[in-house]
């Protein structure tokens, strides 16, 4: 078993070629180099070096073993460098996961924001269904999510960091296109690409709909915002989702307000508190006052 310190040291011996060298990269004396290399090879029970001249000849199995002694030593480097922008308060691990829309239009600009504020900080970003969401949540595979309908998982912590009101999406060749705002009864007869009854917006827009005495006709049922956007793009229809994907809407796709209206919350959910979460936190419900 190679300690820390015996990978330090065969590192250096094999970079240098001789003890006298390694010693001084090391800072130790020949002596207590020779001895730790001695030891070293007795607990791996083959040796490493042959002693040929004063010069240290790598045997087969340095030369094999020295590949794993670089990416250990890396990593070693890598967790020394995160341990110690922690206790700065630089750095740290922030591991993200959001539902298809907020992964496409929130995120990237939260976490452009919060890259540029901490850069030395280790970001992961994960686009998943909402189940597989909360149940990463649970895990502590995840520290953070973020979605549009409520994760009700006991353990798990939600609130609302904002709100917005959903959008009619459409080719900008539509002859609806030119309307400022618009209603279930300018959308009639029209084929809508939707959440279905079975989903909580879904429900919501039924609601709106019938207040005008107008029924929802799917011609597609949709299961994401970015399955729905490439469709409306394709020209297949319209559809009504949150306002947020204005951010990030396609060449020859707009966005018109939609009346009555249908708000949705953003929800921020967590596993587990941190400073960086809270600085996110703090990001998102900026975004969220900026996008309206």
């Excluded at 827009?205 to 107008?214: N, T």
């Excluded at 929800?267 to 400073?275: G, I, P």
């Amino acid at each position: 078993m190679m300690t820390a310190r015996d990978i330090e040291i065969f590192r250096a011996v094999m970079q240098c070629r001789t003890l006298r060298a390694a010693a001084e990269y090391l800072n130790v004396s020949q002596p207590a180099l020779s001895k730790a290399v001695r030891h070293c090879e007795d607990r791996l029970g083959f040796a490493l070096f042959q002693r040929l001249s004063g010069r240290l000849v790598p045997t087969a199995e340095a030369v094999t073993l020295l590949p794993e002694a670089e990416r250990l030593h890396a990593e070693l480097q890598g967790f020394k460098a995160f341990a110690r922008d922690l206790g700065s308060h630089r750095g740290g691990l922030l591991r993200l996961g959001a539902t298809s829309s907020l992964a496409v239009t929130l995120v990237p600009r939260a976490v452009a924001r919060l890259r540029a504020e901490r850069r030395s900080a280790r970001l992961t970003v994960h686009l998943l269904p909402l189940r597989e969401l909360g149940e990463a949540l649970l895990a502590r595979r995840l520290d953070v999510g973020l979605s549009l309908s409520p994760i009700a998982l006991p353990g798990l912590v939600s609130e609302v960091i904002g709100t917005t009101a959903c959008v009619v999406v459409l080719p900008a060749g539509h002859r609806l296109a030119a309307e400022p705002v618009l209603r279930p009864a300018m959308l009639a007869g029209e084929p809508e690409l939707g959440f279905a009854a079975w989903q909580d917006f879904g429900q919501s827009l039924d609601a709106a709909f019938a207040q005008e005495g107008v029924e929802r006709q799917l011609a597609v049922e949709i299961g994401s915002a970015v399955t729905a956007v490439a469709m409306v793009q394709e020209g297949l229809g319209y559809a009504i989702l949150d306002g947020l994907t204005r951010m990030r809407l396609p060449e020859g796709v707009i966005a018109r307000p939609f009346l009555p209206e249908v708000r949705r919350d953003v929800l921020l959910v967590r596993s587990q508190e941190s400073a960086l979460v809270d600085r996110l936190r703090e990001m998102l419900g900026e975004l969220c006052r900026e996008a309206g």
